[in-house]
């Protein structure tokens, strides 16, 4: 059976199995008693299983199967749920993580979990854990000797089963199946013998156990007691067909052999019965993962999985498309030729309705990004002996995969500052009067073209005079500059390069780097980060995103024989200036706009583009803004609004200051794209 073909869907349902296990163990840990959830982790585990045993992991599936045992324990109300349980079974989790990221890069899923194999080996005997150390001590005590076949021993009701089927004119075998040395996919084996044997009589045990057999914790032998009309060698015959397997031995059971064994009285083999469903055919208990596979082909599905490389392809494709309509555009304008004028619009209105659906179907929630922070949170808070909830708002907005990939640093950033600096200790809080557990909300909303993500908590909030006092002494800004910044500028000093009011250095945050990063990755995103805070109450952290990095609108406009572009989204409106309503501030030209200071900057000054007009009498103006700061952009004309494809203008100009990328327009040209928050101080 070629696997390879399925390895994409195993990635992609282990990452959401294990994703599953994350969520529900947070719940777990906040409802102890609630079984439902124990089985729901233990779904999620057991599917992952399967999975990994069919597809040859057998590290992957050994873990699982290990884990799946202190689960089933705790459903069974054998072990009772603590936070240091669930840390071992989040540590199994991690490892799991690891395990399926190492196949993704192409590695064989292979890691050393010793470690945690012996904590939830202690765990399952009752155990109390307290440390590694101890646990190891433990596993160290208790030698665990490897399987090995041995001579098949029956229950009490087993037999009697036996002897039923004896009366009834059954003949009872053991058949011993061994495999070829270099048998792959071991498991896929034992179940093809099992169906075999199954439409032949009734399979009523195995050694190893069913779920050993599942989990390859075989070398190459294994035996089946099967109940059946058929002759011996019919049996050996059909399991013989079986491929991979190199040698097939039936023995059958008398009655009398059968009482004549000395059953031990704490045996570990576990009983296999044969289950009728209603179609009349035997349900094999080995069969359970092969349930998964089915499960993965569901013809009623409405959706199917599609590589994002392939829409990045396609995407790619539509951007020359969206070129090439540019281009058919301008000479449709030039020819003004009825029929081609008819043809054209129409081809935009269609290749509009299909950018839309491109663009939809690389969106994605942006929950695939903060599903991961609920699990830092409780880890982060256990490690800071604080008592932090995480509310999580929003989570099915839409981001353009290129933005997602980008924005989960930023956002890891920002919620282990709030967790470190924002939320104080139990005790202070109480002493406050706030409630002992601090609240972090993350939260994400459409509007307009952008989305926008904001972490609120309810913490100490930012101190002021601190942070400017720490800016000053960085030099960051000067003392005549910091009187005349306002509440927002001063809290925007945090996100500086080198600063940090942290009084230690800690592993959470606090070494003066962090906050510098996220401003810059989210302005390279086209996006804007704002901070807001009360001391005493808490901060608001307000990032706005693009909806989407490659195909923008823009208004394009003219500077002497160059054209530039300027996005949309910055825009707030255009206006013709006259000369006399320029006015000077600090050295700075500037106008009134509906009521406010506007600063001029002249983009033939910013860009250095050769003049050879003379001063105008009248200015053509686009006043674009950047949170609430707003600047008005001085350009010789304006051409008009237009779809272009941002294009990036590759590592060798990566520094050119305030143009984000460059476009090919309809005629040809190439027009740069104007960054207009490296504009705005």
Do not use: W
């Not at 199994?92 to 993704?104: N, R």
């Not at 053991?174 to 996919?185: A, M, Y």
């Amino acid at each position: 059976m070629e696997l390879s073909q399925y390895l994409e869907v195993f990635i992609e349902e282990s990452k959401e199995n294990l994703q599953t296990c994350n969520e529900q163990l947070l719940e777990l840990e906040k409802n102890p008693q609630d079984l439902a959830i124990v089985n729901e982790i233990f779904r999620s585990a057991h599917t992952l299983k399967g999975m990994s045993a069919t597809m040859g992991f057998e590290d992957l599936a050994n873990l699982t199967h290990k884990m799946e045992n202190v689960l089933d324990a705790i459903r069974n109300e054998q072990i009772k749920v603590t936070p240091e349980i669930l840390d071992v079974v989040f540590k199994s989790v991690d490892d799991l993580e690891a395990m399926v990221f190492s196949i993704a890069d192409g590695g064989d899923g292979k890691r050393d979990v010793t470690e945690v194999v012996e904590m939830l080996q202690a765990i399952e005997r009752g155990e109390h854990i307290q440390d590694t150390q101890a646990v190891k001590e433990i596993a160290a005590a208790i030698a665990t000797p490897e399987l090995q076949i041995q001579s098949m021993q029956y229950e009490a009701y087993e037999q009697t089963v036996i002897q039923q089927s004896f009366e009834q004119g059954f003949r009872c075998f053991e058949i011993s199946v061994t495999l070829r040395e270099d048998c792959l996919l071991k498991a896929a084996r034992v179940y093809m013998v099992f169906e075999v044997l199954g439409k032949m009589g009734e399979v009523i045990k195995s050694l190893p156990t069913v779920d050993q057999l599942e989990e390859e914790q075989f070398d190459h032998s294994f035996v089946i007691a099967v109940v059946s009309k058929e002759k011996a060698e019919d049996l050996e015959n059909h399991v013989r067909k079986v491929s991979e397997v190199d040698d097939v031995s039936v023995m059958e059971l008398t009655a009398d052999g059968l009482q004549n064994q000395n059953q031990p009285e704490d045996s570990a083999i576990e009983p296999v019965k044969g289950e009728i469903v209603d179609n009349g055919q035997k349900e094999v208990p080995a069969s359970k993962s092969s349930g998964n596979v089915s499960k993965q082909s569901n013809p009623s599905s409405k959706t199917i999985r599609v590589n994002i490389e392939r829409l990045d392809v396609l995407m790619n494709l539509f951007e020359e498309l969206v070129i090439d309509r540019g281009r058919l555009e301008q000479i449709s304008k030039d020819l003004n030729n009825p029929e081609l004028n008819e043809t054209v619009e129409r081809m935009t209105r269609i290749s509009g309705d299909l950018q839309n659906i491109i663009l939809n179907m690389r969106m994605v929630p942006v929950e695939t990004v903060f599903n991961r922070f609920p699990r830092m949170v409780r880890q982060l808070a256990r490690d800071l002996n604080k008592k932090i909830e995480l509310e999580i708002i929003g989570a099915e907005t839409e981001l353009d995969r290129t933005v997602i990939d980008e924005i989960g640093d930023p956002l890891v950033h920002l919620i282990r500052n709030a967790l470190d600096h924002g939320i104080e200790m139990p005790e202070i809080r109480m002493k406050n009067g706030k409630p002992e557990q601090g609240t972090v909300k993350l939260k994400a909303y459409h509007s307009g073209n952008h989305v926008f993500i904001e972490l609120e908590d309810d913490g100490a909030g930012i101190n002021k005079e601190r942070v400017l006092e720490k800016a000053i002494q960085k030099g960051i800004v000067s003392e005549e500059t910091a009187k005349t910044l306002s509440d927002r500028q001063i809290y925007e000093l945090i996100l500086a390069s080198g600063f940090s009011t942290a009084e230690q250095i800690s592993d959470i945050s606090g070494r003066g780097v962090g906050l510098d990063v996220v401003k810059a990755t989210i302005e390279s995103l086209g996006g804007s980060i704002t901070i807001d805070s009360t001391v005493g109450q808490g901060s608001l952290f307000s990032i706005q995103l693009p909806l989407t990095l490659s195909i923008i609108s823009v208004m394009l406009v003219e500077i002497e024989e160059e054209k530039y572009a300027i996005p949309l989204s910055s825009i707030i409106e255009t206006a013709i200036v006259k000369k006399e309503e320029i006015m000077n501030a600090h050295n700075q030209k500037v106008i009134d706009f509906r009521g406010k200071v506007v600063p001029l900057l002249f983009l033939e000054d910013v860009f250095e583009v050769p003049k050879h007009s003379n001063e105008e009498e009248l200015y053509s103006v686009v006043i674009v803004r950047k949170g609430e700061k707003m600047a008005g952009l001085v350009v010789d004309s304006f051409i008009g609004q237009q779809e272009v494809v941002l294009k990036s203008l590759g590592n060798y100009l990566n520094d050119v200051f305030a143009i984000s990328g460059a476009t090919i327009l309809g005629d040809g040209q190439v027009a740069l794209i104007v960054d207009c928050n490296a504009l705005i101080k």
